[in-house]
């Protein structure tokens, strides 16, 4: 019986045109890879590690930093995997305040740009990333990352396959415009990004958010912005799949925020929204916060005790309150402080009153979806914000400061298949 069903499933998913909806993976293996925090602050400094586990073939990639506030695009360069290859760079604060990314990996190639396409030139210049050559455009403490697989590349043999063979097919499919089909693409990188303090010696690590069944079908170029909407001035920079297939992977519904602010101890969130891009009107959302003219999503926040008492949503007295508008998360990566005792909640702190350790409902303004990004598989209909929210809980332990990062639970909403 259970084999009748399983063939009759198949057989259903092949009438309906064999569509793979993009599915979020947090810590898994997909096409597209959310860092949805990356720190130069206060001493610190952020790896980013990508792995390609296609044991077969090459990948190009695509690293794309965005800035906190509206998500302009403020550094992006190639990387070039051979199969199983790991490629390793550090984001580090420079002197004049932008940052840049080091790097010693063989892939980390330094390729000019070939004519005005944003393709690469078949030859590089260098190997290996100068933080001070490779650095962002303006200063900036925070962004989130962006990685695109921008195609595989066969053809070229098991390991190893030197990074000049991958950058020189790369660059001629590239420059010649060859069509990047279904086969073209594969669900194989999956990366993670750590923060690092010298001067504490503590260390953070979080799994990127893997998208899979992206089905990118277009060159990631370099020196165009790297949005889920298109860009204006390239309009194949992204390929066929839509914000709103983005947005239906990252739907959700509510967010449980654990804190602990007893002495010695601080708790921080990160909200990011990597498909609001203000920057260029959010085209295609199917969230009403991100729409052109729109405004920054308010958040209600009810906050506990480990006893279950209730102070309520941030800013008023009483639970249930209604939204308070005062609340709200105006950039693309929000990063917010929860403290002990009280004061004015804002868009960067809570107060937990008396409360010193429990959790915080996080319930972001929700939106019902208004487009239906696939047509078997979309949140259509159904109210929720797509945001990847995170927890940073930091403990002291005699002179020992420990600290651990991970996603918040959420109510993931449902399909509506």
């Known amino acids: 019986m259970l084999k009748k069903r399983v063939v009759a499933a198949v ?12 599915e979020v993976n ?12 990356v720190m130069v602050a206060g001493g610190w400094e952020s790896e980013l590690r990508i792995i390609n586990t296609d044991t077969v073939n090459s990948v190009v990639a695509k690293v794309a930093f965005h800035k906190a506030e509206r998500s302009e695009e403020v550094l992006d360069f190639l990387v070039f995997l051979s199969p199983g290859d790991v490629w390793r760079g550090t984001a580090v604060k420079n002197a004049d305040g932008t940052f840049g990314v080091r790097s010693t990996d063989e892939s ?13 030139a078949a030859t590089a210049q260098s190997v290996g990333f100068d933080p001070m050559v490779i650095k962002s455009s303006v200063p900036a403490d925070f962004t989130y990352v962006k990685v695109f697989q921008s195609r ?3 053809g070229l043999g098991a390991a190893p396959v030197a990074k000049s063979a991958i950058l020189t097919a790369y660059s001629t499919a590239c420059n010649a415009g060859t069509p990047i089909t279904a086969a073209d693409t594969a669900n194989v990188l999956t990366a993670d990004v750590t923060l690092s303090n010298a001067a504490n010696g503590n260390m953070l690590r979080l799994p990127m958010t893997a998208l899979a069944n992206y089905n990118n079908s277009a060159y990631q170029r370099i020196g165009f912005p790297s949005t889920f909407a298109g860009n204006p ?3 194949d ?8 297939r983005v947005e239906d992977a990252l739907w959700a519904t509510d967010f449980a925020v654990p804190y602990d602010v007893t002495s010695g101890s601080t708790t921080f969130a990160t909200v990011t929204f990597p498909t609001k ?3 260029i009107s959010s085209a295609g959302t199917q969230y009403a916060g991100f729409l052109p003219g729109g405004r920054a999503p308010n958040v209600a926040m009810q906050i506990r005790n480990e006893q279950e008492d209730l102070i309520g949503t941030a800013g008023c007295i009483v639970s249930p309150c209604a939204v308070n508008p005062a609340n709200t998360l105006p950039n693309e990566l929000n990063v917010l402080a929860v403290t002990a005792g009280s004061g004015t ?3 960067s702190q809570v107060f937990t009153s008396s409360f010193t350790r429990g959790w915080v409902n996080m319930s972001i303004e929700p939106s019902a979806s208004t487009a239906r990004g696939e047509a078997n598989y979309n949140n259509f209909g159904t109210a929720g914000a797509p945001a990847l929210v995170t927890v940073i809980n930091w403990v002291t332990r005699g002179t020992s400061l420990q600290g651990s990062w991970t996603y918040a639970a959420k109510t993931q909403a449902p399909d509506n298949n």
């Open 11 to 22: 057989a259903a998913a092949l009438v309906a045109g064999g569509v793979s909806a993009v």
């Open 237 to 244: 920079a992204l390929g066929t799949t839509t914000k709103a």
């Open 345 to 347: 909640n804002t868009a």
């Open 152 to 154: 595989l590349v066969t």
């Open 26 to 37: 947090p810590g898994g293996k997909g096409e597209v890879l959310l860092a949805p925090m």
């Open 108 to 120: 980390s190639l330094v390729v000019p740009v070939a004519g005005a396409v944003g393709c690469p």
């Open 233 to 235: 001035t390239n309009a």
């Open 277 to 279: 891009e203000t920057f």
